[in-house]
């Protein structure tokens, strides 16, 4: 059981284009659902969504409320409730301020990544770890081709890539997010 | 390491839409592209992707060709890459037929759900089959809210729901097709 408390961010700067240049990306709507609804059936304490632009930002409140209080609500009362743990913040800056709020802790940020990294943690010492109370993680996703080489080196820890099967490792966002979450926080004896 | 052969089916007929009444779903844009990079990541040996309707199936051809052979495949060769394992067909039994002509096996139809069913099978017992060889195994998953009664109980083995952490399981299928590969094909010493 985890007793540490966990929320996941997914941002849009600074994050890498495919030709590894720094960009902000634009939100993408499925992100949206995907993650919402994994980061609800994984019981993540939050699940915070940053963009540094405001018109994105409002763009995305524009379909939260459709599914939250509109046509939505009724029609998927499921989503209205994934969407209950979503919050809109402008960078990562607001975000490890407003887990430190909100779970009473000054969050240790896990960053994520396709690349390998020296120095990385593993799944196992990672569920280890969610397992002592008292300590707040931040788990971060980059959209794009990842995270900026500033934020995961500025990062307190870097989890172990996705070791799938042989060289090629090209997972959505939504994949990965719905991969980690299971290995860090579903029962291992179910798995 | 896997020694069976293992095919991958998304299918849009029959499933069920919220009322649980037997549809036809259309195709979902994202659906191609995340099982596609989730299939080519995990070395699924196919990704069928059914559709009953000839328009759906036409739309799909040109979505993939514009990746393939279009301004997609030069932008992106990763994306060319992951939907060479895509096979388009009209149903189920057009699947078996087709996994029986490429494994040179009969397959074991193995289908998906977010619901419990008696007589399910565990994650750990579908890993221990996979690494026999000389069998070959359709894994089916249902878009909607998932497979239709028939197909279900027509099925020759269920895999058991992903059990997540308490009782909301409303996982996207992209989520729960890569969840699903990440269990039964990565290295559990990567996990």
């Known amino acids: 059981m985890r007793a540490a408390a966990l929320y996941l961010a997914l941002a849009h700067h600074p994050v890498l284009n ?16 995907d993650i919402a609804r994994a980061a609800r059936t994984f019981e993540v304490d939050g699940f915070l969504l940053l963009h540094p632009l405001p018109a ?23 989503r209205s409730e994934a969407f209950e743990r979503l919050h ?43 397992q002592e109370p008292g300590s707040s993680y931040l788990l971060v996703f980059g959209t794009g081709w990842g995270l900026a ?13 996705i070791a799938a099967v042989g060289t090629y490792n090209h997972l959505s966002v939504r994949s990965a997010v719905a991969i980690i979450l299971d290995r860090l926080l579903s029962d291992p004896a179910s798995r």
Chains 1, 2 share one sequence.
Do not use: C, F
């Open 56 to 78: 994105q930002r409002e763009l995305v409140m524009r379909i939260l409320s459709y599914w939250q209080r509109g046509g939505g609500a009724a029609y998927n009362p499921d």
């Open 18 to 33: 495919k030709r590894l240049e720094v960009i902000t990306s634009s939100v993408t709507n499925l992100d949206i659902h």
């Open 88 to 130: 809109l913040l402008a960078s990562l800056e607001e975000a490890r301020a407003w887990v430190r709020e909100a779970s009473g802790a000054d969050p240790l940020v896990v960053v994520t990544d396709a690349r390998p990294y020296p120095n990385s943690i593993g799944y196992a010492e990672m569920r280890r770890r969610l």
């Open 149 to 161: 080489p500033e934020v995961m080196a500025a990062a307190d820890l870097v989890l172990e890539p």
